[in-house]
């Protein structure tokens, strides 16, 4: 189908990571709130992750884009 | 108790989500033209993405939800659901069936069956399927919603209806290749929702080692947690194979070893995987032989690993709820807050009275087993204590267990704003994507097998294009009202899933006799699997569990077998389910065989080309790369079983 599933995917987890990402640096001198999660400022290591995932997923989508459609398999002929 | 507070970060992300599924929906509508387009995908879906999407649509929220419970009921072993019950069906499915389900050209595993056998066992297998999924999608949605209102606090109705409302748009928008790219989102929301809690849990209790230490310790004394009633080897909750191998009295789980590898491992593995739609359907979609075949085996390294993210949550919960330092218990069965505001008024009316006495008040207010020792010492404390603290002693002296809110206690636990988000969402992506599979395999065998097949054949493809999303509605609606049944009837419930266990239990015999023996006739088939129902309705009526006993040897349930009689007693529940199963496919599979053999053949050789093995051309692999064969692939994957199973013997 005409939709490689990538996009959403990449935009949606680093749409996500950004927020996470700022958000946890808008909390980084709560250190009541991340008492919780061991100290750790989960919102900021985690949401750079997401971003980073996101990243690679729109990098690989973009790329295929603009490979053009992939050579179809050598047995793809319609059984 | 307390509930949760969401942030305004926590709902962005979970908005975020519904966006990214509900755009995924609309941005396929286009391409939706025709019902096979809408309902198998119009074949066209690469293997990575079916692959996820057939382990997305497979983890449920109730999987989740189920899975971590197991882990802190019976530990490592749980992973025998896995390692045991999933790994080798999964491979089966891929070099060995696969070739007949995509090569047949059937749009469904009913299908399938009416081509290699006849109407009747495509009629009894599309019924049975279709009333079941809908069923099994109720059941998993009140579950969810039941947990989000007594866990957060979150409206019974609103998040029923919000969820379905979700899945109806981008299902009726995008059919099944919405759901299964959907899925693939999902899955990718799952594990990076889930991961951070995992290592946040882990990390508190000390890592692997310390983990599996505080483990070994209960193991030899759950009484003290009041997590069992009897004690173990050390190992019990730490070891997969080894509490096994020491009989059904030296684990947790209270099963043979024979019961395992055959009734989970062979009959109940590849009945569920190799015969279910729901799971086959998302290899059917496939864009070509290969990329089907492919499908289960992509789908294998992420369900070989998945115990990490499921298994683990629950241990980590045993171990948190035997260090008193870390403030955690594995939570009570839920009680509403009046009976917590009585009680503490009982508690404070009690203070006076000697031991047992006030212990015995205590309990009766709470109507929960308590721990005494506990109740004591709250009792002594309580003039001290504000309401808020007696009612919090109370909450942690209760002495059961509701091992079903483990993940979301954890979540609760670890997760400060933003991260709670995450979590939460990737809770709602499972039951979505569990939903979704459900609804998607519910229309096709409803509009295909059952519509165009009984109901209303020779109408136009638009014709059923249109019934598809009509039947997707009705599906969804359908759903919801089970799900409300679900909550209103649980014994009704219970019924019907057992009954649906009886039905399960002799499909793979069915399946492996008609791809594998071209004798196999269909009134032998047909026959078979209604003499294999029947075995596991006698079975279950002569059978029962040692608990479901009273001293005098009387059958406390009959839910739990043994209402016509007690032939044979099993140690557990999981132990009389597993050799259930056995029976029904031995009987099955010896009942088809028989009356094969007594009956004419109605097929001959050339129509049952491409539906059974022997009378089918093999597929040439060797065109492929070696590392793209399925065999080359299944073989290294169950290598990598073996050695995880080695590992954690």
Same mark, same amino acid.
């Given at each position: 189908? +005409? ?13 996500? +990571? ?36 996101? +990243? ?11 490979? +053009? ?11 | ?44 879906? &690469? ?33 025998? #659901? ?16 696969? &070739? ?32 079941? $999924? ?25 998040? /029923? *209806? ?41 990390? =508190? ?6 983990? !599996? ?7 030899? !004394? ?15 909750? $730490? ?16 099963? =043979? ?15 569920? *995987? ?31 690993? #998945? ?102 206690? /954890? ?26 599979? !459900? ?21 136009? =493809? ?22 409300? #049944? ?7 419930? =219970? ?24 004798? $196999? ?57 597993? *050799? ?35 009378? $089918? ?33």
């Amino acid at each position: 189908m +005409g939709l490689d599933i990538r996009w959403p995917i990449g935009l949606m987890f680093s749409l996500i +990571g950004v927020i996470m990402t700022l958000f946890g640096l808008a909390t980084s001198s709560n250190a009541e709130m991340y008492h919780r999660s061991l100290d750790i400022n989960v919102n900021l290591y985690w949401g750079l992750l997401l971003l980073v995932f996101g +990243g690679w997923m729109l990098l690989m989508a973009w790329r295929a884009a603009k490979a +053009g459609p992939a050579p179809e398999d050598k047995n793809s002929k319609p059984h | 108790m307390n509930n949760v507070q969401l942030g305004f970060v926590d709902y962005a992300v979970l908005a975020i989500y519904v966006i990214a599924v509900v755009a995924i929906g609309f941005a396929l509508r286009r391409y939706m033209k025709s019902s096979s387009d809408f309902l198998t995908s119009g074949r066209s879906i &690469p293997a990575w993405v079916t692959g996820l999407a057939f382990i997305s649509a497979n983890l449920g929220a109730l999987e989740l939800v189920g899975m971590a419970a197991s882990g802190a009921k019976y530990g490592i072993a749980t992973s025998h #659901f896995y390692w045991v019950g999933a790994i080798p069906a999964m491979i089966f499915l891929a070099v060995f069936m696969m &070739p007949f389900y995509y090569g047949s050209k059937a749009r469904s595993v009913p299908e399938y069956l009416k081509m290699r056998f006849d109407e009747r066992v495509r009629a009894l297998n599309s019924i049975a399927f279709a009333v079941m $999924t809908v069923f099994a999608s109720g059941i998993s949605m009140n579950a969810l919603a039941k947990l989000l209102n007594q866990l957060l606090g979150w409206n019974y109705h609103l998040a /029923l *209806w919000i969820c379905s409302a979700v899945v109806l748009v981008y299902v009726l928008k995008g059919g099944l290749t919405s759901a299964i790219y959907t899925e693939v989102l999902q899955f990718f929301m799952i594990v990076l929702g889930f991961a951070p809690v995992v290592y946040l849990g882990l990390k =508190d209790v000390g890592g692997w080692g310390n983990m !599996n230490a505080s483990l070994q310790t209960v193991a030899q !004394n759950p009484m003290a947690l009041n997590l069992g009633e009897k004690a173990y080897a050390a190992d019990a909750w $730490t070891s997969a194979w080894n509490p096994l191998l020491g009989g059904p009295s030296a684990n947790p789980m209270g099963v =043979d070893l024979f019961a395992m590898v055959f009734g989970l491992g062979f009959v109940l593995s590849f009945g569920y *995987w190799c015969t279910n739609f729901l799971v086959v359907q998302r290899a059917m979609a496939a864009k070509n032989m290969s990329a089907a075949r492919r499908t289960p085996l992509i789908a294998a390294v992420p369900k070989m690993i #998945f115990p990490i993210l499921v298994i683990v949550p629950g241990m980590i919960a045993v171990a948190l709820t035997s260090m008193p330092n870390k403030n955690y218990r594995i939570p009570p069965p839920i009680l509403s807050e009046q009976v917590y505001d009585q009680a503490a008024a009982v508690v404070k009316a009690s203070t006076a009275l000697e031991g047992a006495a006030g212990v015995e008040a205590v309990t009766k207010a709470i109507g929960k087993k308590m721990d005494s020792a506990k109740v004591t010492a709250l009792l002594k404390d309580a003039p001290k204590l504000s309401d808020a603290d007696i009612k919090k002693g109370l909450y942690n002296a209760i002495a059961e267990y509701d091992y079903d809110g483990v993940i979301l206690s /954890l979540v609760k636990k670890y997760c400060p704003t933003g991260l709670l988000g995450l979590a939460l969402t990737a809770l709602l992506a499972s039951f979505m994507s569990g939903m979704a599979g !459900n609804v998607t395999a519910f229309n096709t065998v409803w509009t295909y097998d059952l519509y165009q097949a009984y109901l209303a054949p020779n109408k136009s =493809d638009q014709h059923y294009f249109w019934m598809g999303q009509a039947i997707t509605v009705v599906g969804i609606l359908l759903s919801i009202a089970c799900a409300y #049944f679900a909550s209103m009837y649980n014994n009704a419930m =219970d019924i019907i899933q057992l009954v649906f266990g009886f039905v399960n239990a002799p499909l793979f015999a069915t399946f492996l006799l008609g791809m594998f023996w071209a004798r $196999t006739t269909g009134t032998g088939a047909f026959l078979g699997l209604f003499g294999g129902i029947g075995g596991s309705a006698v079975f279950h009526a002569l059978t029962t569990t040692f608990s479901n006993l009273d001293a005098s040897g009387h059958v406390l349930n009959g839910m739990k077998g043994g209402y016509l009689g007690v032939l044979v007693k099993f140690p557990s529940e999981m132990a009389q389910n597993f *050799w259930l199963a056995s029976f029904a496919f031995i009987i099955c599979f010896a009942l088809t065989l028989g009356i094969s053999m007594a009956t004419r053949r109605t097929k001959t050789d050339e129509e049952l080309r491409g539906l059974v093995y022997s009378l $089918t051309p093999k597929i040439k692999d060797e065109e492929q790369s070696w590392y793209l064969r399925p065999a080359t692939l299944g073989i290294v994957l169950l290598l990598c079983c073996v050695i995880l199973n080695l590992i954690f013997r």
